[in-house]
Antibody, heavy 120, light 110 residues
Framework: QLQLQESGPGLVKPSETLSLTCTVS??????????WAWIRQPPGKGLEWIGS???????YYTPSLKSRVTISVDTSKNQFSLKLNSVTAADTAMYYC????????????WGRGTLVTVSS | QSALTQPRSVSGSPGQSVTISCTGT?????????VSWYQHHPGKAPKLMIY???KRPSGVPDRFSGSNSGNTASLTISGLQAEDEADYYC??????????FGGGTKLTVL
């Protein structure tokens, strides 16, 4: 059964770069059937879609974060990653990775999430 | 794109029905019938409960149903059970391979 697991530093300093990795186990990230996404939830707030990537490297980002976000894929490690630069306290959130079938418009599998706090 | 609007909380007794609304603008919904709903128990991975407005994934009880009317989508849970207590989020495809979520609704089973 395919599983997603987020990992990365739980504490990032303001103005620095947040870096997270999602490891896909039980299946191949190279599948042409899926897109892989990052979604976040600030404390006490709702979910926010950050962006998605296809195994080929094609990406889509939410307009509000597009200037600071990079999502990449490493098919050799079966992982995809999120980089968010110039972070502020507003980027403190639980970060989730998720999967979407290429022909669908919903996220059918999620990781448990990882909390990232932006603080000096 | 702005977040879809959901009530902060709803509650119901076991066996009762509750409905959670999700309101947005026409641009939020993009004119598509691509609304999905997720159940989230704290500390666990969010779970897909409804997709394409009213379809249920395999394994989701038929007590969960979805609908939409205009710029408001709804999730109805009938025959409430204690394990339904969770946070629920709506999500809509907004076009151009972008998505918008709701602020979330905390369901309390009394």
């Amino acid at each position: 059964q395919l599983q997603l697991q987020e990992s990365g530093p739980g504490l990032v300093k303001p103005s620095e770069t947040l870096s997270l990795t999602c490891t896909v186990s039980g299946g191949s990230i190279r599948s042409s059937s899926y897109y892989w996404a990052w979604i976040r939830q600030p404390p006490g707030k709702g979910l926010e879609w950050i962006g998605s990537i296809y195994y080929s490297g094609r990406t889509y980002y939410t307009p509000s974060l597009k200037s600071r976000v990079t999502i990449s894929v490493d098919t050799s490690k079966n992982q995809f990653s999120l980089k968010l630069n110039s972070v502020t306290a507003a980027d403190t959130a639980m970060y989730y990775c998720a999967r979407r079938h290429a022909n669908d418009r919903y996220f059918d599998l999620w990781g448990r999430g990882t909390l990232v706090t932006v603080s000096s | 794109q702005s977040a879809l609007t959901q009530p902060r909380s709803v509650s119901g007794s076991p066996g009762q029905s509750v409905t959670i609304s999700c309101t947005g603008t026409s641009s939020d919904f993009g004119g598509y019938d691509y609304v999905s709903w997720y159940q989230h128990h704290p500390g666990k991975a969010p779970k897909l409960m409804i997709y394409d407005v009213s379809k249920r994934p395999s394994g989701v009880p038929d007590r969960f149903s979805g609908s939409n009317s205009g710029n408001t989508a709804s999730l109805t849970i009938s025959g409430l059970q204690a394990e339904d207590e969770a946070d629920y989020y709506c999500c809509s495809y907004a076009g151009s391979y972008t998505w918008v979520f709701g602020g979330g609704t905390k369901l309390t089973v009394l």
